[in-house]
């Protein structure tokens, strides 16, 4: 877990982030056709829905049974690693993590790092921290080489560059890579490759992700389109993965479902171009491969999360983005507003046990409860439930707070607590309530028209003349 | 990078029927209303219509005085002691074997699924929530699977679009039911509208505190309401009627939401067998 500071968080300016993302029309534009286009192709891909509903169950109990016994299987994926000649590393804090594959970059005096997509990576802002060091951290991704260029952060953990149209991006290549202005995506896309490509075969090292991490044989295993994960963990002499520790599952059979729900639900492919399956370093009869592999297993907050029966669910996620790609706030406002490695919706539940409930106190109110997350999540997490619960933590009183959450009260006031419980009152003393709509119903036409955010957009609700219970009273009775 | 948005977005993007199907009584003689807080203030003449709905289907309504609230506002904030409490006095009075007919599908939906996990530590009172929850159905779906009522229109030609809560639906499967009594309505063209089962920005207590997200959400559903060239627009929440139709007035639309029951009532000539 996170070490506590001292230091009082600083709640993410979401609230100011998503308005100027509102009144921006070309990201509101970018982002609606995207997320069309994204849920579409998904929605093919699973044509009868008692079959994604079988499906979706399926992958929800072996998430679960990972987890029910992840201390067991993470010792055995390090067993089986270290076995097939994997050093396996562990790290409780981005700090750790940023420390260990420094020193692995030390070791090698490695000048140059070629990265395949990895979210854990940007968790650590691994690029960052090596280039205040010295050390050249180039993404090979065609999205993530977008967004470094731009010298932004991914606004989507599938497609980081999202966010962009083609324009944006032939100016971008235009600008930084000094290459003919155009908007064939083609050519666009081989600008890119070929731009690439020799930063290959000179990294010294290279780093990825994991999408599975399978415990019985010991196998890392990464699923991408571009073939730059299978460059960047072949080609230079060391390769580097990072991930989080929920990533662990029991065996190869486990992944089968679950890889074909993360393809159908991230990208709407029956299965992805490439899939790489890493069980160790070049053997001696073998010609290609690095000659190390190193796996870095990071927690940072998540066995927060872990630890309570509810909030475990979090760590079911395979990281498909389907939440995202639904959500109706996602959609409108795009991940930069977030301020957060992972946006959306399992960014509002994941990120908590990351940077405390004090940094994140808007994240989980940001949410109407529409339940779209949770219908298309493939592994059944109950987002909106999580959302909830988040919230409930949030607002606990300081009295009450068990002191098992970061952040937990940090979004507690004393003058909302009192206005839910009168609130309670009301709603429990039918006296006070048949006063109340009494005076709501007979003097509404006192009640101000301006009644603060709710009337930027929509005219004050009026109260009718009189309620329900008084009409129900005068046609059926007292009852 | 950005695609071009598809052809036919509803195509895709409409929800599928959630719930499981579930077992119907035959129809009782005496029901509940739950009239729900929202509803009570601000759309009582749709609580009334229910009423006559029922009434014209022969059965006694009965509108226990002392109701108030679901609970479910502070549930959703994260005042769960908050909402137990008023959760518990609304357990009280619905109790006994009556159906509880609710005419707003989110209100169905916290009594349906969501009073278990506030009771979850009281097996006695689980008990009652198991209870209720049986009972628990919401308007359009008493109408059509319990009453089978076969609705007679009387009304001129008209295209509606329908919009349906998102948790409701979900929890409820209140746009199936809502689509079928529309469907029995002759001269009634229900229309589809652009990411029909996109919310409309309400959620409570999130249209006050993100009221700029909610406000760009509702616009769009209003946009769309109106795109889909729909005369007249019918919903069986009114949180979500309370938003719309502040949108539409603050626009200075025309175009109204109007509560199902309502809708149905006057288009059938209000009695029965008319």
Known sequence: MNAMTDVPAVPIAFKRNAREALADPQLRRNFRGAMDFLMDKRRVQFPDGDELERLRAFGNRVRARALSKLPELLERLDANLSRNGVKVHWAETVEEANAIVHRIVEQHAAKKVIKGKSMVSEEMEMNHYLGER????????????????????????????IHLNVGQVASLFHDKLEVDYTEDVDRLIQIGRETLRRNFFEADIGVSGVNFAVAETGTLLLVENEGNGRMSTTVPPVHIAVTGIEKVVENLRDVIPLLSLLTRSATGQAITTYVNMISGPRKADELDGPQEVHLVLLDNGRSQAFADGELRQTLNCIRCGACMNHCPVYTRIGGHAYGTVYPGPIGKIVTPHMLGLDTTRDLPTASSMCGACGEVCPVKIPIPALLRRLREEAVRAPEAVPHHMRGQGSKYSKKEAMLWKAWRKLNTSPALYRAFSFAGTRLSALMPSNIGPWTEHRSAPKPAARSLHELAREHLGED | MSHASSVAPNATRTAPAIEPPRQYPDKPADVFLFGTCVLDLFFPDAGMDAIRLLEREGIRVHFPQAQSCCGQPAYTSGYTDEARVVARAQLALFAGDWPVVVPSGSCAGMFRHHYFELFKDEPQTLKQVESLAARTFELAEFLLNVCRVQLHDSG????????????????????????????????????????????????????VRMPDISGAMVKDKTAALKGSGAAEVVSADCGCLLNINGCFEKQGERLRGEHLASFLLRRTGGHKGD
Request: hydrophobic share 40%; glycine share 8%; net charge negative.
């Open chain 2, 156 to 207: 001129a030609p008209v295209k509606v679009a329908l919009h349906t809560s998102c948790s409701a639906r979900r929890e409820m499967n209140t746009h199936v039911h809502g689509r079928a009594l529309l469907g029995q309505l002759a001269a009634v063209e229900r229309v589809d509208h652009d990411h029909e089962s996109e919310c409309c920005g309400f959620g409570g207590a999130f249209s």
């Open chain 1, 134 to 161: 010295g050390v050249d951290c180039l993404e090979s991704d065609m999205g993530e080489f977008i967004v470094q260029l731009r010298e932004e952060k991914p606004s989507h953990i599938i497609m980081p560059a």
